[in-house]
């Protein structure tokens, strides 16, 4: 019962966050997306309620009675590790800003039109959550991962109480994070955790259904057949279909993969502390990682050289024991994208990239920014994502209906056009606001009034030479309150102050500048 309450708790949270961000949305698929949650919600609650006959009286404990039987029996097959996954279809989530796809387990009820089918769905997931829940409980606090906010925090005071010091700075990643994860030397090391044999059974039950698409292509011998042809090497290396045959790995995009892949490295990021010693930093946020050594002031260059190259063979070594894996396969899982030396007597900038950060490292101070491939992708999502011609469109059809008529007069028009005008400008506000939000740290001033001056402005004054005569709203109102520098100054004194949520924090800054929003809507309700 407390799992389920912890769960209901969590998706109502999410629930209640997905409504601010709907207020602001221009995208169908976020605007749909709470639907399924609000679905989620009430079949755990409709669940819950069944788990709680004996509160009621004799006639609602008869409506429940059917379905408090079947509720019972799911939660028995659970504690005894006997329940059975629903084969799921493998889709591809593709990033429109990077042009990556990832491939991940299609759990979506939507276009399933049997009701059966529609509470399995359902009930698949709320497995698949109370699953999630147990392992993590089974995660002392150090064990599990921290918050994107922690780790740029503590890697900043981290460079910045040290930028006396002589530094080896290694950053890598993971390759296909869970993907390359072997199933089998996943479950000795949840097994060496001691981890409850049912939930051990039904991790195992989860891996081994994979999808329906597997369950054909293992009729063939896949592997000897690609090995035969001389061919393995590129079988090896093409996760995608890695996945469809489900030969080994987890797939990505999953609550339980996320979980298992954490523990998964736990060893590693413990041998990785190890190297580092005490005076030294490290920390994984899942797929990437920074290891940066402190060391002595009478090293010479080649010591240095040295004990940098003797870092990178110990992480490439633990990778090729961790994994069981042959030495020349290493480079398929983790690569170590940089590896530099930062010496405070040397007048060169060390440049550190970390979660779409730039960190520059000089002997005198650090510059906090943004990387390029972050930055092009807000430029992206700015400016064409948030686009008024189809943020019109939507409105005007969606107030012609409060109005209780498809057709508007001019009158209409004027009073609907205002209102589209003010929910498009607090949309991409809102943007900013929770954009800025994520990158709360830096220092570089100069690249939010770049930001600000050649990218949001000349957006702002072409929209209102365009649309400025159709609304009662003046540019020289809201400018200031697009100024990054404003936004950042806001959102940092929040996060430093810890009350509350940010986005209802968001929420009521953005009201503040379109005060009158509400007015002009009830008229229109009135009317």
């Not at 991940?104 to 109370?130: P, T």
Request: aromatic share 12%; with cysteine.
């Amino acid at each position: 019962m407390e799992d389920l309450e912890f769960i209901q708790n969590k998706l109502r949270q999410k629930i209640r966050e997905s409504e601010e961000y709907r207020k602001f949305s221009l995208s169908n698929r976020k605007q749909s997306r709470i639907k399924m949650l609000y679905k989620q919600e009430e079949y755990i609650t409709g669940e819950l309620i069944k788990t709680c006959l004996n509160k009621y009286s004799v006639n609602r404990k008869k409506q429940f009675a059917q379905k408090g039987k079947f509720y019972s029996t799911l939660l028995e097959t659970l504690n005894k590790g006997e329940y059975k996954f629903s084969k799921e279809k493998p889709g591809y989530i593709v990033n429109p800003y990077h042009g990556k796809a990832r491939l991940i387990l299609d759990s979506s009820v939507k276009k399933r039109k049997k009701q059966k089918k529609v509470e399995k769905g359902y009930e698949h997931k709320l497995v698949i959550s109370l699953l999630s829940l147990k392992l993590t409980q089974n995660l002392n606090k150090e064990e599990q991962k921290p918050s994107r906010q922690k780790v740029i925090k503590d890697l900043i005071n981290y460079l910045q109480n040290n930028k006396d010091s002589n530094l080896i700075i290694i950053r890598g990643d993971f390759k296909n994070y869970t993907l390359n994860i072997p199933r089998k030397r996943l479950l000795k090391i949840l097994e060496k955790r001691e981890t409850p044999e049912h939930i051990l059974k039904l991790i195992n039950s989860y891996l081994e259904e994979g999808n329906k698409f597997s369950s054909f292509i293992k009729r063939g011998n896949v592997e000897k057949f690609f090995k035969n042809v001389g061919l393995k090497e590129e079988l090896e290396k093409d996760t995608d279909f890695k996945g469809f045959l489900n030969l080994d790995g987890l797939f990505p995009g999953t609550p339980i993969s996320n979980i298992l892949g954490q523990i998964f490295l736990l060893d590693f990021d413990k041998k990785m502390k190890e190297i580092v010693g005490k005076n030294g930093f490290f920390v994984r946020y899942f797929d990437d990682f920074i290891l940066i050594k402190s060391f002595k002031n009478n090293f010479t260059d080649s010591s240095i050289q040295k004990e940098k190259r003797e870092i990178e063979e110990k992480i490439y070594d633990f990778i090729a024991t961790h994994y069981q894996i042959t030495p020349d396969k290493v480079k398929n899982i983790i690569e170590i994208e940089k590896s530099s030396l930062f010496l405070p007597k040397q007048t060169k900038e060390e440049k550190i990239y970390f979660l779409g950060y730039s960190l520059k490292i000089t002997n005198k101070r650090i510059k906090i920014s943004i990387r390029y491939k972050t930055l092009k992708k807000f430029v992206y999502k700015y400016l064409y994502e948030h686009n008024y011609s189809n943020f019109k469109s939507k409105t005007l059809s969606k107030v012609s209906c409060l109005l209780g008529t498809p057709y508007l007069n001019i009158f209409d028009i004027q009073k609907v056009t205002d209102i589209t005008v003010q929910r498009y400008l607090r949309g991409k506000l809102f943007y900013l606001y929770n954009w800025m939000r994520s990158f709360i740290y830096i220092n570089d001033k100069r690249l939010l009034d770049e930001i600000y001056t050649n990218i949001i402005l000349p957006d702002l004054y072409l929209f209102f030479k365009r649309y400025g005569n159709n609304t009662t709203i003046e540019l020289k109102q809201i400018k200031p309150y697009y100024r990054l520098t404003v936004i950042h100054r806001i959102c940092r004194k929040k996060i430093n102050d810890c009350r509350g949520n940010d986005i209802f924090f968001i929420n009521q800054q953005i009201h503040k500048i379109f005060i009158n929003l509400k007015e002009i809507e009830n008229k229109i309700e009135v009317n």
